[in-house]
């Protein structure tokens, strides 16, 4: 773990130097609930974040936005079904 980095919630940490926010190394983008895998199951998570019907905690958020743009949208459940499809 970076010693500069702020650690606020399981996986993730802020490293304050460049304002960077990312999973630790062991995390997994698009790996939403934690399971060690990307599959359908972060897909609805993903999606029930979008649509409003599903709360996700800030790890999960950040995990939910692999692509890092700053919000979790269409443009991450494309991107977590390509991982599912190209294995």
């Not at 130097?17 to 698009?30: A, K, N, R, S, T």
């Not at 999606?47 to 692509?67: F, H, K, P, R, V």
């Amino acid at each position: 773990s970076d010693p500069d980095a702020l650690n606020f919630d399981e996986g993730v940490h802020i490293h304050d130097d460049d304002l960077c926010i990312y999973p630790e190394e062991d995390g997994i983008l698009y790996d939403v609930n934690g399971d060690g895998g990307v599959d359908i199951l972060d897909v609805i998570m993903i999606m029930g974040y979008i649509l409003g019907s599903a709360d996700l905690t800030e790890a999960q958020i950040i995990a939910a936005d692999g692509n890092a743009d700053g919000g979790v949208d269409i443009l991450d459940v494309v991107a977590a079904i390509n991982i599912i499809l190209n294995g």
